[in-house]
Each structure stands twice: as structure tokens, then as C-alpha cells.
């Protein structure tokens, strides 16, 4: 069983920046992968960004070039650094963890906001 608490959401203006934070109950160092998702009123939740046990980053089309995902293993938390925000990045984000066991099981966090908007 994994926990996961996302932390550091909030408001901010466009061209904005937010680093996200999500913190693990057990090693991340254990997992396959942590990725975030983002998911806006009315629309699918979307993967933002990936990354796995080897140190392989991937990014949707949309942040790449702007968002980075980086880890402190010391601290069991994946971070999601968010620059030059558009009102488009607004939603609710979730921290997913991929754990490879008998079986593979998917972790979810609570979500935290990030609203975009002048």
C-alpha cells in the first residue's frame, strides 16, 4: 500500500510559476514509476508528466519544454515543476504511483488545484 499527499497548488497569474509536490509513504526508489495527471472541469483526467524507477522523464505535448519531474529520494516525494503557466493548465493534478508486485497496482493522491488566471 502507497499514500500519496500532493501539496503546493494555489493560484497564480499566467507566465506563472508552481512546483507540486508529492509525497510518498514508502521508497520511491520501490516504485516502477510516479507520474502526475491533471484532469480540468468536464474533460478526462490526462497524464503531465513521468517518471520511471531508471530515471526516464516523458512529457505530454502540451507541458514539454515547460514543466520538469524530478525526484528526492531522501524525502520519498516526486516533484512537478510548472513554468510559463496558461490559463489551459488550470485543473486539479494527481500524483499516481505504479507498483510492481503479484500484481501491478496504481496509487492515487488526493489532488491538488492550480488555477491559472489573471
Known amino acids: 500500500q502507497v499514500q500519496l499527499v500532493e501539496s503546493g497548488g494555489g493560484l497564480v497569474q499566467p507566465g506563472g510559476s508552481l512546483r507540486l509536490s508529492c509525497a510518498a509513504s514508502?521508497?520511491?526508489?520501490?516504485?516502477?514509476?510516479v507520474a502526475w495527471y491533471r484532469q480540468a472541469p468536464g474533460k478526462r483526467r490526462i497524464l503531465v508528466a513521468a517518471i520511471m524507477n531508471d530515471g526516464s522523464t516523458n512529457f505530454s505535448d502540451s507541458v514539454r519544454g515547460r514543466f520538469t519531474i524530478s525526484t528526492d529520494n531522501a524525502k520519498n516525494t516526486v516533484y512537478l515543476q510548472m513554468n510559463n503557466l496558461k490559463p489551459e493548465d488550470t485543473a486539479v493534478y494527481y500524483c499516481?504511483?505504479?507498483?510492481?508486485?503479484?500484481?501491478?497496482?496504481?496509487?492515487w493522491g488526493q489532488g491538488t488545484q492550480v488555477t491559472v488566471s489573471s
Open positions: 514508502k521508497s520511491i526508489i520501490s516504485l516502477n514509476a
Open positions: 499516481n504511483a505504479e507498483e510492481n508486485g503479484a500484481t501491478m497496482t496504481y496509487y
